[in-house]
């Protein structure tokens, strides 16, 4: 038996959990608290490392003073966390400024300067892309990839710069904090699309950083996600309530780690995720890249297998903009405040399962109101950080309650939209596992089965399957379990939903129209967001 503490580290909050694992993986107990996204208007989304510290270790003394578990028996400190943000520290693993998340967009302008001359493709100079595509199995055709967040950095913030040691990731500046080694796991390494993913070459390519003017010496070791970082430090763990010398795992990001919570591991498992972004994801064991559809195989925590990946940049993010300025002032009922993905805490009244009611009573198809989901930009099937949300179709009867419903459905629209994109390079299982916040509402379940016209699985704790995933890590690492192709074994199924093939004939109808929405407004996007 083993006792793990792992940390999901998402765009909106923390969630501590503690797993047992014996012949299944079971949730002992979880803690959760939010943290500031900094939202600046010159298109920067930070988040404070003190915040994400302090956070932390409050939810892991809650965490064991509720469970009863004493320190001295936790067996491992693992991590799932929000991946291609860029933490910038010093020589003594502190944060030289505030950490720059996957969302900021600021570095347009460092992404053109390098990018977008000569002869292109999708933007990009087909040189460097060739080159790119070559080397490391993908490229850096969006402002939000870190690579220009760095060149923003090295250009507006001189003195930053100059002061850099190593380049992390979010859990990588969390294990640093924790064990004061400098580390990137190969996952994280891939994000930032300077990781030669060759044979032979895994690691940062020299070559592509000369060609980006990246200095090779600020990416620290690269270790497997199964592995030992170090163990925790003295005084580290008396903040965190826990004891010196515990093991500390690499871990893993949330496109890697989430999968595998979710029991999708094998050769052509497909998963969605739905939490603060949303994505569709098939296990493959082939490199490939779309840079028409901004698709690519990621390196995952298996070695051979690859995640073809397909993000849409905001989903939870529409659920929290319903809350604020939707939801209240129309159902007139005061709620807690809290995260939408956090109706697990039963004592409570969450706003997302009262909605869920709301949206139930009305029709399939939101009455014809058609709501866009890209409320902060767009990554796929397009690039486009001035796209918008748009409610499309609003009648003299319309209501909230409609408009409510037609955001749920927009977003299944737009997940449907990337499947289908998907569907040119990978095929997609039949059955496909759903997690995230998302999957917590049996309405929003049974609308993306009808939207996709397939069957849907649920699994307990759906809400944590990046943490399930980052303890499975430590199970393999200590040789509990001797391959992560068994996770489904530990992963029970929940629910399963059916298509209903009426409801999706009226999706259908509508999902065309969708798919015409942004192609119809990107130059009016453009202009008034540009």
């Keep these: 038996m083993l006792n793990i503490i792992s940390y999901d580290v998402g765009t909106s909050g923390l969630k501590a959990c503690l797993f047992r694992i014996d012949e299944k993986i079971k949730l002992v107990e979880g803690e959760y608290e939010t943290y500031k996204l900094y939202v600046l208007d010159n298109g920067g989304a930070e988040q404070d490392v003190e915040e994400w510290w302090s956070v932390l270790c409050r939810c892991t003394k809650r965490l064991l003073e509720k469970s009863g578990v004493r320190a001295e028996d936790i067996d491992g400190i693992s991590f799932c966390s929000q991946m291609q943000g860029l933490v910038l520290v010093d020589s003594e693993g502190n944060a030289i400024r505030r950490a720059m998340t996957y969302m900021d967009q600021r570095g347009v302008k460092e992404m053109e300067e390098v990018q977008k001359h000569g002869i292109t493709i999708s933007g990009v100079n087909v040189r460097k892309l060739l080159k790119s595509v070559h080397i490391a199995s993908t490229a850096a055709t969006t402002p939000k990839d870190p690579i220009w967040k760095y060149k923003w950095v090295e250009k507006n913030e001189p003195d930053v710069y100059k002061r850099i040691y190593k380049w992390l990731d979010v859990k990588e500046y969390l294990i640093c904090r924790m064990t004061g080694e400098f580390i990137m796991t190969p996952d994280s390494a891939y994000a930032t699309f300077l990781y030669d993913t060759r044979k032979g070459h895994e690691g940062i390519s020299k070559s592509l950083c000369k060609m980006y003017g990246i200095r090779y010496e600020h990416f620290p070791r690269i270790i497997e996600c199964h592995q030992v970082v170090g163990t925790l430090r003295d005084k580290q763990a008396k903040e965190l309530g826990l004891v010196e010398g515990i093991k500390v795992y690499g871990g893993g990001g949330d496109a ?75 159902i007139n009922i005061y709620l807690d405040k809290m995260s939408i993905g956090d109706s ?52 003299i009867n319309t209501g909230k309650s409609q408009m409510l419903r037609a955001v749920i459905e927009g977003i299944c629209y737009h997940l449907r939209w990337m499947l289908e994109c998907s569907a040119k390079k990978v095929t997609a299982s039949d059955e496909i596992r759903f997690v995230g916040g998302g999957a917590l509402s049996p309405v929003t ?86």
């Excluded at 050769?267 to 490199?287: A, F, N, R």
């Design 445 to 530: 379940c049974q609308i993306l089965a009808d939207i996709l016209g397939r069957r849907i699985i649920t699994i307990d704790n759906a809400q944590d399957a990046g943490a399930i995933g980052a303890a499975m890590l430590v199970a393999l690492g200590e040789g509990y379990i001797d391959s992560l192709s068994k996770a489904n074994e530990f992963v029970p199924v929940k629910n399963i939903y059916e298509p209903n093939i009426e409801n999706k004939k009226i999706y259908d109808k509508q999902f065309g129209v969708f798919k015409q929405l942004y192609k119809s407004n990107a130059k009016n996007f453009k202009k008034l967001n540009g």
């Design 344 to 395: 697990h805490e039963s004592e409570r009244i969450s706003l997302y399962d009262y909605l869920s009611d709301v949206i139930s009573r009305v029709n399939p198809g939101s009455d014809g109101v058609i709501f866009t989901p890209w409320i902060h930009g767009n990554r796929c099937p397009f690039e486009d950080t001035h796209a918008k949300g748009v409610f499309f179709n609003i009648g």
């Design 256 to 330: 890697s780690l989430i999968g595998v919570g979710a029991g999708a591991t094998k050769l052509g498992d497909t998963h969605i995720y739905c939490g603060s972004s949303g994505w569709v994801s098939t296990v493959t064991d082939k490199q490939q890249v779309d840079v028409i559809f901004m698709i690519a195989a990621l390196v995952g925590v298996v070695k051979g297998r690859y995640n073809y990946f397909a993000e849409m940049e905001t989903a939870g993010k529409c659920f929290e903009w319903v809350k604020d300025h939707l939801a209240l002032d129309e």
